[in-house]
């Protein structure tokens, strides 16, 4: 499956997207499908979040903000688990298209070719294996990206498995990257708004328990990721947080790994809900996310609910044992 993908890509103009408010691991996976199998364009026709608009800014690449098939061989798909995710009436993605993801399958890439390894803990990590089996040797500024990728989704390690770790040192040991040069390129610092909304984020948060088991929710105007790491900090065990536009909504939701370990799984959570209300939700154990229209009070409501009945569940299995 690796060698026909990358033969798909080989020799063809293509186009790549990205989901909306698309995350390193997105841009990176893009970024190194572009420079391996050229000629390529990126597209994120939902934008990027704010540490991605900082790297493509340190890198000096050229984004296309809106999607048009026209002119192209093939459009690819990296790293985005539904058509949902891209902004309605904004992509339709073709039939035969390409689709390279690492999240539980939805079911929802129906005519595509779909290459999915939902074992991955970062969409780079696939990236890398196509690159192998294609036998290209990329850049180190390409390899580098890789890495930022990895680094990312796996949360700065917090959630990496042995397969990333292992990946990320023959990255780093065949391109001779020292490890200060790929936490560099994704650091940034916290802008003022950001420190505002986060705070404003946590003071705004409401939790319940269950034994030990802590989750937490809260509405924000932006920010939603920093502010779910912030409340992390605090102490809750999962987190969901949420922001309204108009009609629409946008969640993230993030998960401790001593969670992960006890059965909770935010992608799972977040995909039933999601189906229950017609809205796009999955993604990992640890870190998912859900958008479409809605009120965020209810989301954030039935995501607490959902979550205490876990913590219910958890705890009987736990009494019995």
Not at 24 to 45: Q, T
Not at 239 to 260: H, K, P
Request: net charge negative; proline share 3%; aromatic share 6%.
């Amino acid at each position: 499956m690796l060698r026909t993908t990358a033969d798909m890509l080989r020799n063809r103009s293509k186009i790549i997207l990205v989901h909306g408010n698309a995350d390193m691991d997105a841009f990176c996976c893009a970024y190194a499908l572009s420079k391996s199998f050229p000629p390529a364009a990126i597209c994120a026709p939902g934008g990027t979040d704010r540490v991605t608009k900082s790297v493509i800014e340190k890198m000096n690449v050229d984004i296309l903000p809106e999607y048009s098939a026209d002119g192209y061989d093939l459009t690819v798909v990296v790293d985005t688990s539904s058509p949902e995710q891209f902004s309605p009436g904004i992509v339709t993605v073709p039939e035969g298209s390409v689709v390279i993801d690492h999240h539980r399958p939805t079911g929802k890439w129906g005519g595509m070719h779909f290459l999915c390894d939902d074992s991955k803990v970062s969409c780079a990590e696939l990236i890398y294996d196509i690159i192998k089996a294609a036998e290209i040797e990329v850049d180190r500024e390409t390899a580098l990206a890789l890495l930022g990728g990895m680094l990312t989704d796996s949360g700065h390690f917090q959630y990496a498995d042995p397969k990333l770790m292992m990946t990320f040192a023959e990255i780093l040991e065949h391109y001779n990257i020292h490890m200060d040069e790929a936490m560099s390129l994704t650091k940034n610092e916290q802008s003022m708004s950001e420190r505002v909304a986060v705070m404003k984020t946590v003071g705004n948060s409401r939790f319940d328990r269950v034994g030990d088991m802590v989750v937490a929710v809260s509405e924000g105007k932006s920010y939603e990721s920093a502010s779910c790491k912030a409340l992390m900090t605090c102490g809750a065990d999962v987190v969901f947080v949420a922001s309204q536009r108009d009609e629409e909504f946008r969640l993230s939701a993030r998960a401790s790994q001593e969670m992960i370990r006890r059965g909770i799984h935010l992608g799972d959570i977040l995909k039933g809900l999601g189906e229950e209300t017609l809205t796009d939700g999955g993604g990992h154990g640890g870190a998912a996310g859900m958008s479409g229209i809605g009120d965020v009070e209810a989301m954030l409501h039935m995501c607490m609910k959902r979550t205490m009945h876990e913590f219910r569940e958890i705890k009987k299995a736990s009494d019995l044992s």
